[in-house]
């Protein structure tokens, strides 16, 4: 997607230097484009967990290129005797930053199995790499799939609008900056947009750590889609009101059987939208599914994160006329007051209208999830 008239991925290795990986740095969003350089594996771990980069697909992207920086490392050193023990260290190192998104552990085992067929160092090294950019480029390929198989539902809304803007509200940021490119549920957005059809976005502002006012809102300006932003409990409302034509939202980790862990608030989003009637969709490549997972509500893991996040805000401060100053970060709860900060939550499968992956829509079920990828039937026992 661009950025200022330019495009970017949100990771890439560094051009002329394979030591080193770039990403954009998301904490400096919406108010400064900063890239990081990352040349660790324990930096790229602390990039996930802190969240310089954050989203399901771009955090199995920083996975892999993380695996590649571990290889490159050990396997470098011609005197290391127990490099399969280090790079099983990476390996636990990288799945530890975040428990909910399965992307992560899915690109560090594709990692691992891909590195052990190599019988050189150099060979494994060499396929490191290569896996590291074949994650990054099925990501982007996914989601503008995506994005292709979704703009069907815009294109019908719109006709029977006669050409008016169709309202979409999306929650969290499951954007090209959770994503190597494109996004999930923006991608449909911005297919249709290119196609000349007229769309809203209503950008949740997603607390605590506003992800929707923060990085939807900047990408989608920085597209050119027209949007608004909006307080996360403001979504029933407008629903209400015959505001909002679609709701599509992203996932963490989707079951087999269709339940959906994506960020709190998401389920509350499900519910206002059943009760009015709105279509809810949830956009996903298939990498975010976790196919030995049926019960969504007992077995995802949900993250919870500190509680600074919720008791504390951060962005520019403006000064009397105007003038943007200084980044700054406010208290704004009791100084003594606890806080909880559950990352995610889970949609059960009855709440979702449908899913849109990179193979085509389908409902939220397990016989229709498998119909698109019969490949996976075998996954999981019944229970």
């Known amino acids: 997607m661009n950025v200022h008239g ?65 290889a490159l490392a050990i396997f470098s050193d011609a005197r290391s005797r127990t490099a399969n023990a280090h790079l099983a260290e990476a390996a636990t190192l990288l799945k ?39 994650i990054a480029d099925e990501d982007a390929a996914a989601c503008r799939a995506i994005g292709e198989h979704g703009i069907s539902l815009i294109r019908t809304i719109s006709r029977r609008k006669k050409g008016a803007p169709v309202n979409i509200l999306t929650h969290c940021n499951a954007g090209w900056l959770a994503f190597v490119d494109h996004g999930s549920a923006t991608a449909p957005i911005y297919a249709a947009h290119d196609a000349g059809i007229a769309v809203h976005v209503w950008v949740d502002e997603t607390r605590p750590r506003s992800q929707g006012a923060k990085l939807t809102a900047w990408e989608l300006g920085q597209h050119g889609v027209p949007h608004t932003v909006i307080a996360d409990n403001t ?34 989003k499900a519910l206002a939208a059943r009760d009015n009637r709105v279509p809810f969709y949830v956009a996903l490549p298939s990498s975010s599914f976790d196919w030995k997972m049926r019960d969504g509500l007992r077995e995802i893991p949900i993250e919870e994160r500190g509680s600074e996040e919720v008791k504390f805000a951060d962005g520019l401060l403006v000064g009397p006329k105007g003038r943007t100053g200084r980044h700054a970060e406010v208290l704004v709860a009791p100084p003594d007051s606890p806080a909880a900060n559950y990352g995610f939550d889970v949609t059960p499968a009855r709440l979702v209208t449908g899913l849109i992956t990179e193979r085509g829509r389908c409902r939220a079920n397990e016989r229709a999830i498998l119909a698109l990828f019969p490949e996976h039937a075998g996954s999981c026992a019944r229970r």
């Not at 190599?118 to 790499?129: D, L, M, P, Q, V």
């Not at 009101?241 to 960020?263: E, P, Q, S, Y």
Request: hydrophobic letters at 45%; aromatic letters at 6%; charged letters at 20%.
């Open 96 to 134: 530890s930053t975040r428990p909910t998104a399965v992307n992560l552990a899915w690109a560090v085992d594709r990692q691992l199995a891909a590195i052990a067929r190599g019988s050189t160092a150099r060979e494994k090294i060499s396929i490191a790499r290569e896996t590291a950019a074949l």
């Open 6 to 70: 330019k495009h970017y991925r949100t990771i890439w290795l560094r051009p002329g230097d394979e030591h080193v990986i770039e990403i954009i740095d998301q904490r400096a969003l919406p108010h400064r484009f900063v890239i990081e350089k990352i040349s660790a594996v324990a930096q790229m771990a602390t990039a996930i967990s802190e969240m310089h980069l954050r989203g399901a697909g771009l955090i199995g992207a920083a996975a892999g290129y993380g695996m590649y920086l571990a």
């Open 235 to 268: 979504g029933g409302h407008l629903m209400q009101h015959g505001m909002v034509d679609l709701c599509i939202v992203g996932t963490d980790r989707t079951t087999r059987t269709g339940d959906v862990a994506n960020k709190i608030g998401t389920y509350l």
